[in-house]
C-alpha cells in the first residue's frame, strides 16, 4: 500500500499570511497519463471534507484562487496564499494511482 | 441540488452485522462511481471501499477487505455497505462520496453516520 505523510501535523497561521503544507508519498503518484493521481481535502470543524485540489494542482469548482497545490512525483505542496479564517481545519491529501486509495494523517490549520 | 443522505449507524456488538445505505438525489446516480470513507473518533480519515457507476468493479480498503461488501441499487439511487464480523476499531462516522469522474476527487460528501461497535 502507498503510505502518505504529511508535515506540519500542526499549523498555526495569521490570518493575510501565506500557509503551505507539505505531503509526501511511499512511491510515485505520477500516472502515465502524465497526471498525479493526488488530492487535497480540508474538513472544517463539524462538517464532512469537501475537495479542494485534484491531480495534484487543479482547483475543484468553487475554490478559491489563494489555494494552489503543486508538486509531482513523490512530493506535494498545498499553499494558501492569504489565510482567511474561513480556512482552518485539518487539510488531507489523498492518493488514488491506486487501490487501497489512502489518507495522509492530516494537518490541522488554526489561527494564531 | 446533489445531495447523498446515509442511514443505518447505530450501536451493534462485537462480531454483529450493519447495513449502511445512501440516498443520492440531485443528480445522475448511476454514471457516477462512488465511495465511502471513514473516521474514527478524533481521528483521520479512512478510505473504506469504492464502487464503479453499474457495479461491476469493486475494490476495498485492506482492513474491511473480506467482512464488508459494498454494492448499489441504480433503480434506486442508494449505495449500500453491508459490514460483517464488526470490531471495536470499526467504530467511526461513515461517508459515503460522489466520485467526479476522471480521477477529478471525491466532489460531494455526504454528513455521515455513526457506527459505534461496543457490548
Redesign the interface.
Known amino acids: 500500500?502507498i503510505v502518505m505523510t504529511q508535515s506540519p501535523l500542526s499549523l498555526p497561521v495569521t490570518p493575510g499570511e501565506p500557509a503551505s503544507i507539505s505531503c509526501r508519498s511511499s512511491q510515485s503518484l505520477l500516472?502515465s497519463s502524465g497526471?498525479n493521481?493526488l488530492?487535497w481535502?480540508l474538513?472544517k470543524p463539524g462538517q464532512?471534507?469537501?475537495?479542494l485540489?485534484?491531480?495534484g494542482s487543479?482547483r475543484?469548482?468553487g475554490v478559491p484562487d489563494r489555494f494552489s497545490g503543486s508538486g509531482s512525483g513523490t512530493d506535494f505542496t498545498l499553499k494558501i496564499s492569504r489565510v482567511e479564517a474561513e480556512d482552518v481545519g485539518?487539510y488531507?491529501c489523498?492518493q488514488?494511482l491506486q487501490?487501497?486509495?489512502?489518507?495522509?494523517?492530516?494537518t490541522k490549520v488554526d489561527i494564531k | 441540488q446533489e445531495q447523498l443522505v446515509e442511514s443505518g449507524g447505530g450501536v451493534v456488538q462485537p462480531g454483529r452485522s450493519l447495513r449502511l445505505s445512501c440516498a443520492a438525489s440531485g443528480f445522475p446516480f448511476r454514471s457516477y462511481d462512488m465511495h465511502w470513507?471513514r473516521q474514527a473518533p478524533g481521528k483521520?480519515?479512512?478510505?473504506v471501499a469504492?464502487i464503479s457507476y453499474d457495479g461491476s468493479k469493486k475494490?476495498?480498503?485492506?482492513s474491511v477487505k473480506g467482512r464488508f461488501t459494498i454494492s448499489r441499487d441504480n433503480s434506486k439511487n442508494t449505495l449500500n455497505l453491508q459490514m460483517n464480523s464488526l470490531r471495536a476499531e470499526d467504530t467511526a462516522v461513515y461517508?459515503c462520496a460522489k466520485d467526479?469522474g476522471d480521477?477529478?476527487?471525491?466532489?460531494y460528501?455526504?454528513?455521515?453516520t455513526l457506527v459505534t461497535v461496543s457490548s
Open positions: 500500500d500516472h497526471y493521481y488530492d481535502y474538513q464532512s471534507p469537501q475537495l485540489i485534484y491531480v487543479n475543484a469548482p485539518i488531507y489523498m488514488t487501490t487501497p486509495f489512502t489518507f495522509g494523517p492530516g | 470513507i483521520g480519515l479512512e478510505w469504492v475494490y476495498y480498503g485492506d461517508y467526479r480521477n477529478s476527487g471525491m466532489g460528501w455526504g454528513q455521515g
